[in-house]
Nanobody, 116 residues
């Protein structure tokens, strides 16, 4: 059974940091590109960051580049998202995604709220 379980969300003040984790099971994690997305209330789910399976290369959406860092540990079947200098606009549910075309898996999401 495929599972992606996000954790690490919560309430943080503007300028603060959080580290999200996504623990994977039920598939060969090292063969999948891993990504983070987020969805704010009333908005579409937006891409944030991706790390590839093969080379571990990364790419980011423009508004988080330089503030967020995606990484993976294939020995732990886990992908991370380090988020620094958080802003109220970063408030959303954050989702982990695993993709190896045509397969595409999603986690249940973790809430991040940035507020003073």
């Amino acid at each position: 059974q495929v599972q992606l379980v996000e954790s690490g969300g919560g309430l943080v003040q503007p300028g603060g940091s959080l580290r999200l984790s996504c623990a994977a099971s039920g598939f060969l994690f090292s063969r999948y590109d891993m990504s983070w997305y987020r969805q704010a209330p009333g908005k579409e789910r937006d891409f944030l960051a991706r790390i590839t399976s093969a080379s571990g290369s990364t790419n980011y959406e423009g508004s988080v580049k330089g503030r967020f860092t995606i990484s993976r540990d294939n020995t732990k079947n886990t992908v991370y998202l380090q988020m620094n200098d958080l802003e109220p606009e970063d408030t959303a549910v954050y989702y982990c995604n695993a993709r190896r075309i045509p397969l595409d898996y999603w986690g249940q999401g973790t809430q991040v709220t940035v507020s003073s």
